[in-house]
């Protein structure tokens, strides 16, 4: 099983529908993080989190929200979803103590028609 | 967090090194250099990162110059499963996530 596991993998969804996408960590790691990324181009941060308590807005949060709802679990929802928000999204860990390596789902392709 | 200057695509022979450049002229002292990739449109994948002395491990090797402001990734015997997106990042370690550009589209030839 996956270290980081996102759902759902892939979502088609209308205009104004509210969206949630889930992520789930058997890593044990403080910190996670989401991310988006759009065809032909890298990743940009949404948001992050250090902690339970702790949430912060990254490059790019207008549109999104997110819950840490405990240690092992973050999700992003997109409270009335926009076309533009047609990407592929991905979660991320880091362990606090080490160097900042991040550990990637395997990404949740939403789709806004 | 410094910015970074990498190719858009790179082609490389299958069983040769392949050597990805990255300028990261503006970085400061406390910045790291990442090396990420990303193949297909799976999540993307550690390799390596430095602060100044140059670094390996089973991946690759990491070739920083005297005065930091640029860097190199070798792989050294690249192999068709190397074919990916490679993103070179600079940031402090703990810092709040990592910027992802573009990359360089490293594609492995037979």
């Known amino acids: 099983d996956a270290d980081v596991t996102q759902t759902p993998r892939n979502r088609i969804t209308k205009t104004g529908k509210r969206i949630m996408l889930e992520c789930s960590q058997t890593?044990?790691?403080?910190?996670m993080y989401w991310y988006r990324q759009d065809p032909g181009l890298g990743l940009r941060l949404i948001y992050y989190?250090?902690?339970?308590?702790?949430?912060n807005k990254g490059e790019i949060s207008d549109g999104y929200s997110v819950s840490r709802q405990a240690q092992a679990k973050f999700s992003l929802s997109l409270e009335s979803a926009i076309p533009n928000q047609t990407a592929l999204y991905f979660c991320a860990t880091s362990d606090a103590d080490a160097a900042g390596e991040l550990f990637f789902g395997e990404g949740s392709r939403l789709t806004v028609l | 967090d410094a910015k970074t200057t990498q190719p858009p695509s790179m082609d490389c022979a299958e069983g040769r090194a392949a050597n990805l450049p990255c300028n990261h002229s503006t970085i400061s002292g406390n910045e790291y250099v990442y090396w990420y990739r990303q193949i297909h449109s799976q999540g993307p994948q550690y390799i390596i990162h430095?602060?100044?002395n140059n670094e390996t491990n089973e991946m690759a090797s990491l070739i920083i110059t005297e005065d930091r402001k640029s860097s190199t990734l070798i792989l050294p015997h690249a192999t068709l499963r190397d074919t990916a997106v490679y993103y070179c990042i600079v940031r402090v370690v703990f810092g709040a996530g990592m910027r992802f550009g573009a990359g360089t589209r490293l594609t492995v030839k037979p």
């Open positions: 430095g602060l100044k």
């Open positions: 989190s250090f902690d339970v308590k702790d949430i």
């Open positions: 890593k044990g790691h403080d910190r």
